[in-house]
């Protein structure tokens, strides 16, 4: 396993091209399965995800081409009598579970193993059982798989009501309900902007998909879907993650290729903080000219701040003026990385889902354990603005999400390498 040894103390300055989003390309992927033909994507991001996507749609008979950040999917019938997503991929990313409502659409019948829990959280998928149940599925839980099975054949539309906003059980309710027979009536849906992404590659696709994006969304089943070519929009959360590393490096960055309305929470919280955030032709300008202030804020479902974002917010905090408060309210588990900040000096207290952080002057570099995608980001960041050497181990988890991550930094400025890990 690689790891990446980081020299602290650069300011990050230059540019940035932001990559495709993992969370939209995902689901987009998984609808390819509804529309048999010739589908091409573009502007996907070269991440370990999209390679376990691409294995998946590919035990499901579908022939699937990575050039690059360029994905075609042949896509045809799956060939088994019931579509089945296995243990050995689903165990590795929990979004495989995205197939299931494309596969039940489609052919009436799926079984996918049940995806455990992961590092932040038991994260379960009642949600998406629920709405595919009010549809008219059968569903078993049974070894470890979620077996599904429509008496009648089709799915029918339905209105569901989300206990939660669940942004892959909307995305698999309205992918499902694009073939359902009638009208699916999505209440207390995730607003997300992947899920707006996918609501257009759905109504590209022939799909009548509208209210995408609020919290209601009504889609008229169709009976046929056709293939697609879409270029996928950039990954808001890996911009977000570049802006905190340049206003922790109290740099000057400019991210190209973002949708800054899809940053405003990241954006607001940093302006409190001091840095400077501003739009800039294409793109968005981080800069951090002085000391940054200690800033509080609580995860919420978008618009809210976003979960994604929460561990590199906190690693701002930790060398900011003051004391802030980070509350976690989407995930139980979410707070991995707050040891090995403290290791590196910094002043973090967990209570519940409450974490104060006291700013220092300095965090020093040390040997650190990446735990989940996100946290592996904070810790980046960390050995970025720490004095001396730090080196995040078990580097895989950041290469789920971030594409290129040395190579990025090193333009920026940043001391940044990959080393062969030693376990
Ligand atoms: C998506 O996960 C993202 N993943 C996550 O990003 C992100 O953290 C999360 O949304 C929240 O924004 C993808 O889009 C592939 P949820 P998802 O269903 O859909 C509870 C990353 O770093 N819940 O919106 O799995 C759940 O436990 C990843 O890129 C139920 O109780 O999250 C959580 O507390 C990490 N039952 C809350 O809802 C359900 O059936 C929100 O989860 C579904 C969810």
Redesign the pocket.
């Known amino acids: 396993m690689d790891n990446l040894r980081i020299q602290g103390g650069a300011q990050l300055r230059g540019r940035v091209r932001i990559s495709g989003a ?2 939209a390309a ?1 689901p987009i992927l998984s609808a390819a399965l509804l529309a048999d033909g010739d589908h091409r994507f573009r502007n996907v991001p070269e991440l370990r995800d999209v390679g376990t996507m691409a294995k998946l749609l590919r035990t499901l008979g579908q022939d699937v081409r990575v050039a690059g950040n360029v994905v075609d999917v042949q896509s045809r019938p799956v060939p088994d009598a019931v579509p089945v997503a296995p243990y050995e991929l689903v165990k590795q990313m ?2 495989s579970v995205l197939v299931l409502g494309p596969l039940v659409a489609r052919y009436g019948r799926a079984h996918v193993s049940l995806p455990g829990g992961c590092a ?9 059982l629920k709405g595919l149940e009010a549809m008219g599925a059968q569903v078993v839980l049974e070894h470890g798989y979620v077996k599904v099975e429509v008496p009648s054949g089709r799915l029918r539309g339905a209105e569901i009501v989300f206990d ?6 909307t995305e698999n309710l309205m992918a499902a309900a694009a073939l359902a027979r009638g009208r699916t009536t999505l209440v207390n849906a ?1 607003r ?1 902007p ?1 899920v707006e992404e996918l609501a257009r590659v759905l109504n590209k696709m022939g799909a009548s998909v509208e209210g995408a994006g609020t919290d209601v969304i009504v889609v008229e089943g169709t009976d046929a879907l056709q293939p697609v070519d879409h270029a996928i929009m950039a990954d808001r ?1 890996e911009a977000g993650t570049y802006m905190a590393a340049a206003a922790a490096t109290r740099g000057d960055v400019l991210l190209e290729g973002v949708t800054f309305e899809h940053l405003e929470a990241v954006a607001a919280k940093m302006r409190q903080a001091g840095a400077v955030v501003e739009r800039e032709g294409e793109g968005v300008r981080v800069c951090a000219p002085g000391p940054l202030r200690a800033a509080s804020l609580q995860t919420a479902p978008h618009p809210g701040f ?3 974002m929460q561990a590199q917010f906190m690693v701002l905090m930790c060398t900011a003026q003051g004391r802030s408060t980070i509350v976690e309210n ?2 139980e588990n979410r707070f991995m990385h707050v040891p090995e900040l403290n290791r590196m000096g910094a002043r973090i207290d967990v209570v519940g889902r409450t974490a104060t952080v006291e700013g220092v002057d300095a965090l020093q570099g040390a040997q650190v354990m990446a735990t989940d ?2 946290a592996s980001a904070s810790l980046v960041i960390a050995g970025l603005v720490a004095d001396g050497v730090t080196e995040v181990l078990r580097v895989y988890h950041i290469d789920r ?1 971030y594409e290129r991550i040395e190579q990025k930094l090193s333009q920026l400025g940043a001391t940044i390498e990959r080393v062969p890990g030693r376990a």
């Open positions: 993992k969370n995902l929990r979004a932040i959280g038991a994260r379960p998928i009642d949600q998406h939660m906003p669940t942004v892959t059980g995730a997300e992947e959360i976003p979960t994604d989407i995930f995608l996100r999400g």
